[in-house]
């Protein structure tokens, strides 16, 4: 049985399975990545899968942030942009004010998240040079590219209805500090902008369900802070406060209930992502862990000829290294399984021929749970545990 692999980039790979599959016979095989179901094609599986949970939620934190972030800068700019209306500034002076502070702030915020990701790029690719290729590709300017797309985005669609509420600010908050503009209510542009966000994810990871129970999971968690939220402030509403201070920041609280949910939820809705990242990051580290046994081998020796065991032995002593057990191996195929004809199996390891190992004694790491020993003549091991089925085996 012959084996090749290829490497390219995926146009390469697809344009030349497109030009080979046409040409295969019967007896061959081509297959991906998304077509491995052993244990390489699992482990990148989970990886990939990993690696794109992480992207959402590196995006769904990033929604949450910049909008706290820009409401919390326009309600600090509400009494500058009052006092500049009352000095005789318009609405062209006021909004060209702003776009250039958001295009400062957007220009500055992609140099230095560039060269951040590039900073923590080399510290990586240093980190990993043991186990690494000794060239790799440079990187492209297409994630930067992706990067600023999503920043830019995301700015707009959470900072709209706050550039939008200051622009409208009145002059007459200079006396009047509860003075707010009507615009845009949060009630109804919050479901609208969530709605594009969702629309904005699905496209980007082609509608997963990893998506979906994500978002899921982030909607009945801001329900429920919602809920929460709404009943503290209940509560505090039928609260007589004594202390200033505190009498004010909870009337600010009430004055603005929506404003006071919203950050609620954003705020929960980071601290879950940040969790839920950190299990998944452990539960991946761990699956990829109990794979293999402790102490299993991780180098392997094969095609050894008969002649060639006793010249490789020494030459593994001579470089201080001790081999385990070395293993025949003989080709055959399996007829039955437990007394039952393998024809019509859906299995495609029992239609082909397979590597059987074998060895004279039962070795200790193989116990028995089924069966007796020693075998009958003429009968081998198929790895694994000893009397465990060889169609458990075929599958793993």
Same mark, same amino acid.
């Given at each position: 049985?012959?084996?090749?692999?290829?490497?390219?980039?995926?146009?390469?790979?697809?344009?030349?399975?497109?030009?080979?599959?046409?040409?295969?016979?019967?007896?061959?095989?081509?297959?991906?990545?998304?077509?491995?179901?052993?244990?390489?094609?699992?482990?990148?599986?989970?990886?990939?899968?990993?690696?794109?949970?992480?992207?959402?939620?590196?995006?769904?934190?990033?929604?949450?942030?910049?909008?706290?972030?820009?409401?919390?800068?326009?309600?600090?700019?509400?009494?500058?942009?009052?006092?500049?209306?009352?000095?005789?500034?318009?609405?062209?002076?006021?909004?060209?004010?702003?776009?250039?502070?958001?295009?400062?702030?957007?220009?500055?915020?992609?140099?230095?998240?560039?060269?951040?990701?590039?900073?923590?790029?080399?510290?990586?690719?240093?980190?990993?040079?043991?186990?690494?290729?000794?060239? $790799?590709?440079?990187? =492209? *300017?297409?994630?930067? @590219?992706? %990067? #600023?797309?999503?920043?830019?985005?995301?700015? !707009? /669609?959470?900072?709209?209805?706050?550039?939008?509420?200051?622009?409208?600010?009145?002059?007459?908050?200079?006396?009047?500090?509860?003075?707010?503009?009507?615009?845009?209510?949060?009630?109804?542009?919050?479901?609208?902008?969530?709605?594009?966000?969702?629309?904005?994810?699905?496209?980007?990871?082609?509608?997963?369900?990893?998506?979906?129970?994500?978002?899921?999971?982030?909607?009945?968690?801001?329900?429920?802070?919602?809920?929460?939220?709404?009943?503290?402030?209940?509560?505090?509403?039928?609260?007589?406060?004594?202390?200033?201070?505190?009498?004010?920041?909870?009337?600010?609280?009430?004055?603005?209930?929506?404003?006071?949910?919203?950050? $609620?939820?954003?705020? =929960? *809705?980071?601290?879950? @992502?940040? %969790? #839920?990242?950190?299990?998944?990051?452990?539960? !991946? /580290?761990?699956?990829?862990?109990?794979?293999?046994?402790?102490?299993?081998?991780?180098?392997?020796?094969?095609?050894?000829?008969?002649?060639?065991?006793?010249?490789?032995?020494?030459?593994?002593?001579?470089?201080?290294?001790?081999?385990?057990?070395?293993?025949?191996?003989?080709?055959?195929?399996?007829?039955?399984?437990?007394?039952?004809?393998?024809?019509?199996?859906?299995?495609?390891?029992?239609?082909?021929?397979?590597?059987?190992?074998?060895?004279?004694?039962?070795?200790?790491?193989?116990?028995?749970?089924?069966?007796?020993?020693?075998?009958?003549?003429?009968?081998?091991?198929?790895?694994?545990?000893?009397?465990?089925?060889?169609?458990?085996?075929?599958?793993?």
């Amino acid at each position: 049985m012959w084996r090749y692999k290829f490497g390219g980039t995926p146009q390469q790979l697809a344009g030349y399975e497109n030009w080979l599959l046409p040409q295969l016979k019967p007896e061959h095989r081509w297959y991906g990545l998304d077509q491995d179901d052993g244990a390489l094609g699992k482990s990148l599986e989970r990886s990939q899968q990993f690696l794109l949970l992480s992207a959402l939620l590196t995006l769904l934190l990033a929604v949450a942030a910049v909008a706290v972030a820009m409401s919390h800068y326009c309600r600090s700019r509400y009494d500058l942009v009052a006092i500049l209306k009352t000095l005789g500034a318009g609405r062209a002076q006021l909004r060209k004010l702003i776009i250039g502070q958001w295009l400062m702030v957007l220009g500055l915020s992609a140099v230095t998240g560039g060269a951040i990701g590039l900073l923590f790029e080399k510290v990586l690719l240093a980190l990993l040079k043991p186990v690494l290729p000794a060239d $790799l590709p440079s990187a =492209s *300017l297409w994630p930067w @590219l992706w %990067a #600023l797309g999503a920043m830019t985005v995301i700015s !707009l /669609l959470v900072g709209l209805r706050p550039y939008r509420l200051l622009l409208a600010t009145q002059p007459l908050r200079v006396l009047r500090r509860d003075v707010v503009a009507r615009v845009w209510p949060l009630k109804m542009y919050l479901p609208v902008a969530c709605a594009v966000v969702v629309a904005l994810l699905a496209g980007l990871m082609g509608g997963s369900m990893l998506l979906w129970a994500v978002l899921a999971g982030a909607v009945v968690l801001d329900l429920l802070c919602g809920l929460v939220g709404w009943m503290l402030l209940n509560v505090l509403r039928g609260m007589t406060l004594t202390s200033l201070p505190l009498r004010l920041a909870v009337s600010r609280l009430l004055r603005q209930p929506w404003s006071t949910l919203s950050q $609620l939820s954003a705020f =929960s *809705l980071s601290f879950m @992502l940040l %969790a #839920l990242l950190l299990v998944l990051r452990g539960d !991946l /580290l761990e699956r990829w862990q109990q794979q293999l046994p402790p102490e299993s081998p991780n180098y392997f020796l094969i095609n050894i000829a008969s002649g060639q065991v006793a010249p490789l032995k020494a030459f593994l002593a001579e470089h201080q290294v001790i081999p385990q057990t070395f293993y025949p191996i003989v080709r055959a195929r399996l007829t039955k399984i437990n007394g039952s004809p393998t024809e019509g199996r859906q299995d495609e390891s029992l239609n082909r021929e397979l590597n059987l190992t074998w060895l004279d004694t039962r070795p200790d790491h193989n116990p028995l749970v089924a069966g007796h020993w020693p075998p009958k003549t003429g009968r081998s091991l198929h790895g694994g545990r000893t009397g465990e089925t060889a169609e458990r085996q075929a599958r793993r």
